[in-house]
């Protein structure tokens, strides 16, 4: 079986074109290859498949082996495998999520896939609560969905801050009966914030679409950001839009291709 390793920002995954590969138990594969050392080494496993209703379909498996609903860096680097792989000659293309059929528009030099946007769709903002941790601590943020859950915690200093530790306790926190992604986002002025991201069954990530969104989105519904905003990751910068008449957002960003493998017969046995 044939796989690519790609990253958007450091957020990395292994993907393979499910149009030709087939396999029995994608979950399985996910935790397996996500393993440093005896595995690829991933945040997890992406399916470029079939679509009835768009040009493709996605499927993103964690690195738990839990499936997602969607990826904001992963859906950017299925547009540059598609592409590039010349399973396409558009540059304009849908492609079909759990959270629903995402619009992307690719930015082409020489043959190479540079940077992609994407229609991320109606973002869900609740209001901001307060939920009690088992360590009888109360934390505050603001529940936001971009088609997948993100819980999004404003923090003084977010490179001081105890992502590992306070990432592991919201995720799971009875609150969020699915689990959920934490933002800890740090604003710095009226269109720059600085965040980190604990991935729901990932962990800790250099980077998160969706997560991206959920974050400005949340500094925007309080007034504290414009509707442009840079969001500063580990892995590097995502530009962030907000269309207030049609209430949809907008995410740009490059994609990357690391490298080709192929998986042996006796890794793929379970």
């Not at 690829?40 to 609903?69: H, Q, T, Y």
């Not at 801050?161 to 800890?184: A, D, H, S």
Request: overall charge negative; proline content about 4%; aromatic content about 10%.
């Amino acid at each position: 079986m044939e796989f690519t390793k790609m990253h958007g920002l450091g957020n990395d995954y292994v993907y393979i074109n499910a149009i030709k590969e087939h396999y029995d138990n994608w979950a399985f594969l996910a935790k397996k290859v996500s393993q440093p050392h005896f595995g690829v080494g991933s945040d997890g496993l992406i399916l470029i498949l079939p679509s009835e209703s768009a040009d493709f379909k996605m499927r993103i498996f964690n690195a738990d082996g839990s499936e997602g609903e969607m990826c904001g860096n992963g859906i950017r680097c299925v547009g540059k495998y598609v592409y590039e792989n010349k399973l396409t000659r558009k540059t304009h293309l849908f492609i079909e999520t759990l959270a629903g059929i995402k619009e992307l528009f690719l930015r082409v030099e020489n043959n190479r896939v540079v940077m992609v946007q994407v229609n991320m769709g109606t973002p869900v903002v609740e209001p901001s609560v307060c939920i009690s941790l088992p360590d009888n601590r109360d934390i505050f943020g603001q529940p936001v969905s971009m088609g997948n859950p993100h819980f999004v915690v404003p923090v003084a200093n977010v490179f001081d801050y105890p992502v590992e530790r306070m990432g592991q306790l919201i995720e799971r926190n009875p609150f969020f009966p699915n689990r959920t992604n934490v933002e800890f986002v740090e604003i710095r002025d009226r269109t720059h914030i600085k965040m980190r991201v604990w991935e729901r069954g990932s962990g800790e990530t250099y980077a998160c679409g969706t997560g991206a969104c959920a974050a400005a989105m949340s500094g925007i519904d309080q007034g504290f950001l414009d509707n442009t905003v840079d969001v500063e990751l580990l892995g590097g910068h995502l530009q962030i839009s907000y269309d207030s008449f049609y209430d949809t957002v907008q995410m740009s960003g490059p994609a990357e291709t690391v490298f080709t493998g192929t998986f042996s017969d006796s890794f793929l046995a379970e």
